[in-house]
């Protein structure tokens, strides 16, 4: 069995979907700190398959050791932890007690029952600002955000238990820019609030919700200005995780992938493609530079396409198309 942490979320809960859909058995932890309880009806609606639930916070050792004692758990996909960048700057602590402490309980419970297989949620906010792009696993670490020394002090945790214990194997996901959902439109990315992230912002533009679209600097050194990321449909990443369990199970040891798609978009461009997909058009204004915010940031996919059989299939348009069905879908 397969136990999701934070299984309920955006990515978590595309992820139990493909786990479902490929025959695994599995459980699903969440405490709804960014989720809703009805997400985990959906899933069952999509896959017409049942799991395990259990409503727990990680950072409780006692909960998180039930679902060890009443279950033989394979491999953890970790995916479990606070991600708002914002947030982490002003409530450091909220962020390093919680993504790093519940981390830690985890792998000492995991420990304890055997269990020593993960796939670790982590994030290519770990390159910092690259020296260069296409960004490959190998490049300098670093990072400019709590939010993001949580993710980068979580891989070196976990590779330190692997050097300690060579039974342990580990695949750390870096992941580029996740957008879309399920074709469905029954799960997706609803946050709580003002959304931070470029494209549920630009959803809640598009649904009439939010007046415009502020464009955070465009004098950026990249095609028309605009800051440039590797956007990667949820159901492709998802599709990621597969793949690396399938890999933990059967070798040993760490290693950090890349799932990002390699080709990079600007947000000028998104707003264009987001216009096709729902037929209206982005209102939108120049804003300054977003602090933190780097010029461009995409993948070189190489060695995840090399070592784990992955590549992302699926292009800007159908991650729109999905995105803006979602978003007609939870209207209300
Ligand atoms: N942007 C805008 N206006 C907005 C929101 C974003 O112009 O209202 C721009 C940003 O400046 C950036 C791009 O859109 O150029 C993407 O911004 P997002 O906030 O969607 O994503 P980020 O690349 O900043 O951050 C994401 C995740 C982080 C993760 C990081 C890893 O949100 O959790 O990728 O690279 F750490």
């Given at each position: ?31 709804f ?22 409503e ?14 009443e ?32 981390t ?27 020296k ?11 990072t ?41 439109g029954?799960i997706g ?17 598009a ?39 399938e ?9 950090a992938y ?14 264009k ?23 461009a ?14 590549t992302?299939?699926?292009g ?11 978003t ?5």
């Open positions: 069995m397969i136990l999701v942490t934070g299984g309920a979320g955006y990515i978590g809960s595309h992820t139990c979907v493909e786990l479902l859909s490929a025959g695994y058995e599995i459980a699903i932890m969440d405490n700190s960014n989720s809703q309880p009805e997400v985990l009806e959906k899933i069952r609606q999509i896959t017409g398959k049942d799991f395990k639930f259990y727990a916070d990680m950072t409780a050792p006692e909960a998180t050791e039930t679902i060890f004692r279950n033989t758990i394979d491999c953890v996909i970790h995916f479990a932890g606070y991600k708002a960048v914002g947030e982490s700057v002003q409530q450091p602590l909220k962020y390093y007690y919680n993504n790093i402490t519940g830690v309980i985890l792998c000492q419970i995991m420990q304890k029952y055997g269990c020593k297989k993960m796939v670790f949620s982590s994030s290519a906010t770990v390159y910092g600002n690259p260069s792009v296409p960004i490959r696993e190998d490049f300098p670490l670093s400019t955000n709590p939010y993001g020394s949580t993710k980068l002090m979580i891989e070196q945790i976990l590779r330190d238990i692997a050097i300690a214990d060579s039974e342990w194997s580990i695949a750390l996901l870096r992941y580029f820019n996740p957008i879309g959902a399920h074709k469905s029954l990315e609803s946050p709580n609030g003002i959304p931070n992230n470029l494209v549920p912002y630009i959803a809640k533009v649904a009439g919700q939010l007046e415009h679209l502020n464009v955070f600097g465009n004098d950026y050194p990249t095609q028309d200005g605009t800051g440039v990321r590797d956007y990667i449909h949820v159901v492709d990443l998802s599709l990621g995780h597969i793949k690396a369990v890999k933990v199970l059967k070798t040993k040891g760490v290693d890349n799932l990002g798609t390699g080709k990079g978009y600007s947000v000028l461009e998104i707003v493609a987001y216009e096709k997909a729902c037929g209206k058009s982005i209102a939108y204004v120049i804003a300054p530079r977003r602090p933190g915010d780097i010029p940031c995409y993948a070189d996919p190489a060695k995840s396409e090399k070592e784990l059989g992955w992302a299939k699926m800007i348009e159908e991650m729109c198309e999905d995105s803006w069905r979602f007609l879908n939870n209207l209300h």
